[in-house]
């Protein structure tokens, strides 16, 4: 037998921090407020529609691109999403798959070649990089600077040069909260013209903003032809378990992102997304988001008052569901330290935000708190997390120092 049986493709390509981190918090019986999931119940109508299409027997394969329907429905809702834009073709530039994860991996393998470049915003979600790599791209990461995670436009505008292909852009950011302004993403839009990129955005927290407005950069002009725009149903209607994305993009690039998808999946649960067909009229008719919003505004700031109580200061956040915490000062050895301890001493999951970063060194030690959880979760955590208060080192620097 060969001594090496993995690719060399999946070098450096470890165990997801999710997944460790969960392992983790089950084995210590901790409150988890580390991987990105609701605890609570996903609402009734949206489970309902699920299991009325899964009676009806609508549960064989759907075709490739997606139910039809959905598709038309998702046309429908862009419309919503964007009014005054023009209306997208759900033959044609629409394509359902099993979730966001498959959708940024599909774009990568249709639009990377082996030794393009792919600029990415750090901290990145923990997906973009090894995506890349595995298309055997190239990553150049471009620091967003805390406390409100903006970015040096002239380190964005060294990044681009002949070889770079694509700039994956994710809005509302994970872990960071940051929602890209219409300045910031007329900046990074007009340097993708410059140098002839196409835009992947990931925006599956399109619907969870707070003091922010989500802006798709699909939008600024002339962007829509170079931009695929990803969301997903699993943050918006409180189903990660369901793994129903979609890709807005032109034709052309739907082509492309289809060439991959029919062989990477072919199709995804056919009675969800007959679902979310019918829960994407009844969301928009009934005010669902502005509740969403409203239910997330409430536990993040529940979030907010129990991790200050623990003398964990919160930076602010515009969206998405994280608040991150500086945790300097109190005698760890960085976040990854902290957050092992904080399981298993503590009893509280947290994600080491170094996580996010292709080089850990270059991280701020910062722990993500995710505040998709029941306020009776959050609660929980108060107790577990107060003794943290007495832990802080005297003459140590504050909170907001550092990177
Ligand atoms: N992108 C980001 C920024 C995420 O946080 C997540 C995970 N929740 C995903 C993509 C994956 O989405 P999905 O569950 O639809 O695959
Ligand atoms: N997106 C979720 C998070 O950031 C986790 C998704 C996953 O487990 N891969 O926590």
């Not at 605890?39 to 899964?54: G, L, Q, S, W, Y």
């Not at 918006?236 to 052309?252: D, E, H, L, P, R």
Request: glycine share 6%.
């Amino acid at each position: 037998m060969r001594e090496r049986l993995a690719a060399e493709r999946i070098d450096g390509v470890g165990t997801s921090i999710f997944t460790e981190i969960t392992a983790l918090a089950a084995r210590h019986d901790a409150v988890n407020l580390g991987q990105g999931f609701p605890d609570f119940a996903a609402p009734d109508f949206v489970k309902e529609a699920a299991a009325r299409h899964i009676r009806e027997d609508r549960n064989q394969y759907a075709a490739s691109p997606g139910v039809p329907r959905l598709r038309e429905a998702l046309a429908v809702d862009w419309r919503r999403r964007h009014p005054d834009k023009p209306a997208v073709d759900p033959d044609l530039e629409i394509t359902v798959a099993a979730g966001a994860t498959e959708l940024l991996h599909d774009a990568i393998l249709a639009t990377v070649n082996p030794g393009d470049e792919v600029i990415v915003f750090e901290p990145a979600y923990d997906a973009y990089a090894p995506g890349v790599s595995m298309a055997g791209g190239i990553t150049r990461t471009v620091a967003l600077f805390q406390p409100n995670w903006s970015f040096d436009a002239a380190h964005l505008s060294a990044a681009f040069g002949p070889r770079t292909r694509a700039l994956i852009l994710n809005t509302p950011h994970n872990p960071t909260g940051k929602v890209f302004s219409r300045a910031d993403l007329e900046i990074i839009a007009d340097l993708c013209h410059q140098y002839d990129v196409t835009v992947i955005s990931d925006e599956v927290y399109s619907e969870i903003t707070f003091e922010a407005t989500h802006l798709s950069i699909a939008t600024l002009p002339g962007m829509f032809d170079r931009t695929i725009t990803i969301d997903s149903m699993g943050k918006t209607f409180s189903v990660t378990g369901w793994k129903i994305g979609w890709a807005v993009a032109s034709a052309a690039l739907t082509s492309a992102l289809r060439a991959v998808h029919q062989f990477v999946t072919f199709t995804s649960g056919t009675p969800f997304q007959e679902a979310l067909a019918d829960i994407l009229p009844i969301a928009a008719r009934d005010g669902y988001y502005d509740k969403l919003r409203e239910d997330y505004r409430r536990r993040r700031d529940l979030l907010t008052r129990v991790l200050k109580q623990a003398d964990l200061d919160p930076l602010p956040v515009e969206g998405a569901y994280f608040l991150l915490t500086d945790i300097g000062g109190r005698g760890f050895d960085g976040d990854a330290d902290f957050c092992r301890r904080l399981v298993t001493e503590f009893g509280v999951a947290a994600i080491p935000t170094s996580a996010f970063y292709t080089d850990p060194r270059r991280a701020p030690a910062l722990a993500r708190f995710c505040f998709a959880k029941k306020e009776a979760t959050i609660e929980a955590a108060a107790p577990r997390l107060a003794p943290l208060a007495r832990r802080r080192v005297p003459g140590t620097a504050h909170p907001r120092s550092g990177i």
